[in-house]
């Protein structure tokens, strides 16, 4: 297995008490595979994200309990400088916002330069040549001049596919990439998705994928996770997730998906919101939000339930899966 995450728990101190952000995640991505993580704002995804990075901001951030196995390692026993060599050469992130991550002051081949150069010892004339080869990679337009210009120059799409290309530099066996187009427009939204979907299909990388969007994960994504108060709620093949969803809240976000062939029908939306991360609610997190919920909901937390029925595994935190499921 490429990356494993064990029972992985995560706090930060607030003024308003202890927020409990990550609750025992479990997931495993394999080389070659793309795991979606899903889940409405707040549940925890890129927390999870930042800690498998291990660029979580430590304190006010708390890693209490878990493992991050990577080629079987354990990433959170590493030495800081350990660490920082794994980030980069082996695993590396994408995030939403390129303008925030990029240098303003350096132009785009510097920056692609520098992952040669620092990492490398490439020349700087070797490395000038990697980044226009990169940006060609990426598909951006007259790369052999675009390389002299800055972040701020690019359209919000282009400068997208520059962090593909920084993550992308060092040929990482693991990229994980939060919420990549979220900032972009629909059109440019799906050409920025296939492009990152064909070069991990290219390069065999392991992908993780966090998004708050199920539409885009069906055509690329293996397999998906479902988050809720950090804690993941159901996980299985992407196929069987759009067949038929085992928990509730992934019921709900399916049908809060736009559909082509119902336009004018009003859009479900789950009703209520996400519960406050220092105040989890007993029993079942999303008991209060629930169309199912019953009694022992209130009191109970349900396990992740084995609700395989093919070959492929498949886990529902659902104490009434069957009727989900078969309902
Ligand atoms: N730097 C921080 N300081 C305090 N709390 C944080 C911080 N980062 C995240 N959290 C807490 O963790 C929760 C989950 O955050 P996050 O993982 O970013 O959610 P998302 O699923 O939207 O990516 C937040 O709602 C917040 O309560
Ligand atoms: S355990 Fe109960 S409240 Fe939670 S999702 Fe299932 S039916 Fe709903
Ligand atoms: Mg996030």
Redesign the pocket.
Known sequence: MLLEVRDLHVE?H?RDGV?R?VNGVSYAVEAGETLAVL??????????AQAVMGIL?MP??RITAGEVLFEGRDLLKLKEEERRKVRGAEMAMIFQDALSSLNPVLTVGDQLGEMFTVHRGMSRKDARAKAVELMDRVRIPAARERVRQYPHQFSGGMRQRIMIAMAMALEPKLIIA?EPTTALDVTVQAQVMELLAELQREFRMGLIL?T?DLGVVADVADKIAV?YA?RIVESAPVHDIYKAPAHPYTRGLLDSIPRLDQKGRELYAIKGLPPN?TRIPPGCAFHPRCPMAQEVCRTDVPPLYDVTESDAERGSACHFWRECLHG
Do not use: N, Q, R, W
């Open positions: 930060f607030t927020a952000a889940g409405e704002s707040g549940s925890g995804k890129s927390v999870t901001d006010p951030g939060d966090i708050h988050m950090g991360l």
